[in-house]
């Protein structure tokens, strides 16, 4: 899996912030809580840095991170939807 | 009726229709636009509560009979003895607090072309956009024998109402003698829950290891092959050794009739297997409303639009939730919550003469097979670029991988009870 380039992802990351969650992050909600807070066993993505997040979903993409369901939904995103996904759980509070 | 916004749409309407003060016509509608949603479960929950969140404009209404709402995701948890009943029930107080009318009456008829919706007891409701999440019903005499009065025999617990049919069946277990057999039914896809049955049995075999551990387990199945199927039968064999007995279909396991006084499951070819307890899980459709309302094709499923959900038989309601033909996706809970959320959000953008927005589908499904046992099947889901189907994310998704792994065991155990608070505070909170 190609992962994405840190300089083109920054630009997209300077974009203006959305309003609501996009679509493709509402697919983390269902485990990861409302708004990405983390809940029982499974770690908030809430207030997370950016970049972190989207080196995080290309290393479960790239099977390079130990992932028990991870690695098999990371591959379904997009790169776009991985930087907006990313972007806006990075802005969520803690 | 008179339709009031609720208060906390009047406090955020002015923020939000800022940038359309130039374009009156379009602020009106939006100010006033009505979504009515139908059924109170994963599917009608989550869309009442995303378009609240998400969509403070719009007035909600969500139409339900039942005033507390039991998960089928966890009920059999309760047949194990490891979840009580009120740990799966879950109320409506929640998306009232989020400023949604909640009107506990059966809608008993949708007038498609008139935008009405008649509720049994007398109220009509007009809405611009209609979310119709209904669930399943079960085809009684499908199965020779098998209807309502013998599930109070031999239940089926796989629509749990208020529970009553989950708990009948954790107490023929709790009855059952050591030694008995536990007698199981299962349908021909599509059903709600593909892996559903399979866990069921693994809880099952879980409470009677520990409690009556000469008894077994038959399972009758119709199919020949079945979700996570290497996973489960793996599991079996670590676990539960010699308790199970899984008949495919081609070896005589399509049971075809029942004799709910003598507790008989009759196979396809006549042989008559008499069970202490049984579970019959029917072959299922559409449930009658969304039938009476002509949403449904011949095969007794709603036929839907990829992308909005919205019903190809009856403009302006979209079909979420078990109800409908969701291509290559499950009827899971994790479907009806994904495909909600772009239901409203296509209702939403239609309502203001937008194009729906571009989707993605989400299903996590995770399986208990045993204490600290979990397995999950996940996949991500597009429309294709005609619109015309949906399809799985290639090289995405999947089963957890066989073999010996037993911290990813424990591990997804642990993140299906997360998966369940999570996604029921999506809904309900």
């Known amino acids: 899996m190609r992962p994405i380039p840190i300089l083109l992802s920054s630009l997209f990351l300077a974009m203006p912030a959305w309003a609501q969650a996009p679509l493709a992050a509402q697919g983390c909600i269902g485990c990861h809580g409302p708004n990405g807070a983390g809940i029982g066993s499974v770690p908030g993505i809430a207030g997370r840095d950016r970049a972190e997040l989207v080196a995080q979903m290309n290393a479960f993409r790239a099977n390079e991170r130990p992932a028990t369901i991870m690695g098999r939904i990371a591959r379904g995103y997009t790169e776009a939807e991985i930087i907006a996904t990313a972007e806006y759980f990075a802005r969520q509070p803690r | ?429």
């Open chain 2, 1 to 429: 009726m008179t339709h009031l916004l609720p208060r906390r749409a009047l406090l955020a309407a002015p923020l939000l229709a800022a940038p359309l003060l130039a374009a009156p016509g379009t602020l009106r509608a939006q100010t006033q636009a009505r979504l009515l949603v139908i059924g109170g479960g994963f599917g009608g929950a989550t869309a009442a509560n995303f378009a609240r969140r998400n969509h403070p404009w719009l007035d909600v209404t969500l139409v339900e009979p039942k005033r507390h709402f039991v998960t089928c995701p966890y009920g059999n948890l309760v047949l194990a003895g490891t979840r009580q009943i009120g740990q799966i029930t879950h109320g409506y107080d929640g998306l009232r607090a989020r400023g949604v009318r909640v009107v506990h009456d059966w809608a008993s008829g949708i007038d498609a072309a008139a935008r009405r919706v008649r509720l049994a007891g007398g109220e009509t409701l007009t809405y611009d956009r209609l979310i119709l999440s209904p669930g399943i019903a079960l085809r009684w005499g499908a199965i020779e024998g098998y209807d309502e009065a013998a599930s109070e025999i031999m239940p089926h617990g796989w629509v749990p109402g208020e529970g009553a049919q989950t708990l009948l069946l954790r107490r023929q277990l709790e009855e059952m003698p050591d030694g008995g057999v536990v007698g199981l039914a299962i349908p021909a896809n599509p059903f709600r829950c593909p892996p559903g049955p399979y866990e069921r049995i693994s809880m099952i075999a879980s409470y009677l290891k520990r409690h009556k551990p000469r008894s077994k387990i038959l399972a009758l199945d119709a199919k020949e092959a079945f979700s996570k199927q290497g996973l489960f039968q793996d599991a079996w064999a670590q676990l539960y050794p010699g308790m199970i007995e899984w008949v495919p279909g081609n070896r005589d396991g399509r049971v075809t009739r029942v004799d709910a006084r003598e507790r008989v499951l009759e196979t396809e070819f006549g042989t008559r297997h008499r069970v202490a307890v049984a579970n019959v899980i029917p072959p299922q459709s559409a449930a009658r409303i969304a039938i009476e309302a002509g949403l449904t094709d011949q095969s007794g499923w709603a036929p839907v639009n990829p992308r909005s959900f919205e019903s190809r038989l009856a403009p302006g309601i979209h079909v979420v939730g078990d109800a409908n033909i969701p291509g290559p996706m499950p009827k899971s809970g994790y479907v009806a919550n994904s495909t909600a959320k772009q239901a409203v959000a296509s209702a939403a953008a239609l309502l203001r003469g937008e194009t729906p927005p571009e989707a993605v589908y989400f299903n996590t499904c995770y399986s208990h097979v045993g204490e600290d046992y979990g397995i999950s099947i996940v996949g991500v889901f597009r429309p294709n670029a005609e619109g015309t189907a949906i399809a799985e994310v290639p090289n995405s998704g999947g089963v957890s991988p066989r073999g010996n792994l037993p911290e990813n065991r424990r591990l997804e155990a642990l993140h299906a009870d997360a998966w369940y608070d999570s996604i029921t505070k999506d809904m309900f909170a």
